[in-house]
């Protein structure tokens, strides 16, 4: 069987069920729907930190799994059950946080996966930034999911790296290593044939003749991609076709102030054009509005954009596409083929370094700060409107760039090629863990991670006194089983039942501490080595709840 990983989950990432759906949870539903699908694994496996998720993790999985699969949940508390499958995926790019963790049990006991969708935010930013200074090893992958991806997390491990060198005179960086894997789509799901085409144009009043334009996303002029530039391109190619225009945008709106906006700017910049409006969050409209247009467009122009996921569902489709020349969307659609890219324009440099201040001191949230930013991304207006005039007027030109896109987006988009391609980055980071050399080994007798220690090493300063071995314990006239029990099961101790010995380990301890002059050593020097630790820390608890006395 192929490589596997154990897939960090949790609801958020990886369902688009919500109100408020983003392109990272329909990369993350595809993902997990394609895993199931596609990767030749007999087990998947789950890490979350409880097990309602991990049962909802099996749903979503069983759902397009082959017969005979299976679901493993691994609790988060338990990372080194990773080793299992061998990796760890993470639908971001934390891996720090996840190295230290499994510092702790061993750095080569696994991998780690992460993938990055927006790297504008201060959080994505942080993360990327600390893959210096985390526990990270050469076999730890972060996927950039487009070429203008990794120039980005390049630009950020570059200055990080220069600011260490600076501050602290590191000379040595570790850093994960750097794939370029699109994300993918499952291709099949859209073939919308001509029964939805037909039911669609007929519900929006779309006639034969009529060109249909589809934009499908989230509608947010300052986070996602301003649409004034697209209504002034559509307005002045199809004043020039003869042709009836329509655009379907089909998504969804923060809040009635943007929707207001975008409304009021599509009558006054695209009189001509037939606005259609429709709610992309629900089902049957993302997977079937695609049959009822003729051409896609998105004209992205934000920093919060990495990859563009719906240009190649369009192509999918069978949809030609114009796009801005912009992010991922360079990888994606080839230009004169599966349709067009139109220009890009941006400031030099050194331009903008006020609206990362505004953003870093909270003047501006991530998202004016995006919206800030792109307000001086300019998209060719008059390109964008050749572009639009082409296809509208050419039905040949359409059918033509629909089939290529079509062609490339199952080569090389469909899930079944994805999921390969992960697979086989895992296997390959399997490799390096057998023979590449390990970056910052545990030393004897220093915490796994210098941030998160031993809270009874950390504040070893606040107690009167530290219980040592030699110290005596000594039963309460009267303690026993029953008084015990009442304790363990109260609501101010059963919320920790995960880490206190059991109702029987602690009747055993206090069988023990009868003996005449007990000391806490010898009394969990009888039970087994693995379990000694935990047994010494509840004699604490005992005498917490005053069932024994501690002497010195």
């Known amino acids: 069987m192929a490589a596997n990983a154990a897939i960090l989950y949790h609801p958020d990432g990886y369902q688009t069920s919500g109100p ?32 309602d998720m991990a049962e909802r993790f099996a749903a979503s999985v069983m759902r397009e799994a082959p017969a005979g699969r299976q679901v493993a949940w691994i609790a988060a508390d338990a990372p080194a059950r990773i080793a299992e499958p061998g990796c760890l995926y993470l639908p971001g790019p934390g891996l720090s946080e996840y190295a230290f963790q499994r510092r702790a049990v061993g ?45 980005t997390v390049r630009q ?23 794939p370029v894997i699109p994300l993918g789509v499952d291709c099949g799901a859209f073939a919308g044939g001509d029964a939805h085409r037909a039911a669609w144009r007929g519900r929006l009043g779309i006639a034969a003749d009529d060109v249909a334009v589809l934009f499908m996303g989230r509608l947010s002029f300052h986070a996602k991609a301003n649409p004034i530039p697209m209504f002034q391109a559509l ?50 409209v993302r997977r079937q509005v695609w049959a009822a247009a003729d051409i896609f467009t998105s004209l992205s122009d934000n920093v919060q954009e990495t990859f563009g996921l719906t240009p190649i569902e369009a192509m999918a489709a069978g949809l030609p596409v114009v796009v801005s020349d912009w992010d991922g969307y360079k990888d994606t659609v080839r230009d004169g083929v599966d349709g067009f890219r139109v220009p ?55 059918r033509r760039m629909g089939a290529a896109g079509a062609a490339r987006a199952r080569e090389a988009f469909d899930w079944s090629v994805i999921v390969a391609r992960y697979q086989e980055l895992w296997a390959g980071l399997a490799e390096l863990r057998r023979s590449a050399a390990e970056s910052a080994p545990v030393a004897a007798g220093r915490p796994a991670n210098p941030g998160r220690q031993d809270p009874y090493r950390l504040f070893a300063g606040y107690p009167t006194t530290v219980l040592g071995g030699d110290h005596g314990v000594d039963v309460r006239e009267g303690a026993g089983t029953q008084e015990l029990a009442s304790l363990l099961d109260s609501p101010m101790v059963k919320y920790c039942a995960a880490v206190l010995p059991s109702g029987e380990e602690f009747a055993a301890l206090l069988k023990a501490a009868r003996d005449p002059g007990a000391r806490a050593g010898t009394i969990v020097s009888a039970f087994p080595e693995a379990h000694r630790g935990r047994l010494f820390r509840g004699l604490l608890w005992l005498a917490k709840y005053g069932l024994v006395r501690l002497r010195r």
């Open 20 to 51: 408020k759906l983003m392109g990272r949870q329909a990369a993350g539903e595809g993902f997990l729907a394609g895993f199931a699908r596609h990767a030749d694994v007999g087990t998947y496996y789950c890490l979350s930190t409880a097990r």
């Open 156 to 178: 950020l491990l570059e200055s990080q790296a220069a600011y260490l060198s600076e501050r602290l005179g590191a000379a040595r960086f570790t850093v994960p290593q750097l």
């Open 344 to 398: 890009t324009w941006m400031p030099p440099a050194g331009l903008g370094t006020d609206l990362a201040f505004r953003h870093e001191t909270g003047a501006d949230s991530y998202d004016v700060y995006c919206g800030m930013a792109s307000q001086f991304v300019a998209v060719d207006v008059d390109a964008c409107a050749e572009a639009y005039g082409r296809l509208i007027g050419d039905a040949e030109l359409r």
């Open 235 to 284: 307005e002045k190619a199809a004043a020039g076709s003869g042709r009836r225009v329509h655009l379907i945008q089909a998504g969804w709106f923060a809040n009635a102030f943007i929707e207001n906006a975008f409304k009021a700017e599509a009558a006054a910049w695209a009189p001509s054009i037939v606005h259609h409006w429709l709610d992309g969050r629900q089902d049957e």
């Open 107 to 151: 750095q080569r006991a696994y991998s780690l996966c992460g993938v990055t969708h927006t790297t504008a935010s201060a959080g994505a930013m942080d993360a990327i930034a600390s893959l210096l200074t985390g526990p990270v090893q050469p076999w730890d992958a972060l996927i950039c999911t487009s070429g203008a991806v990794l120039d």
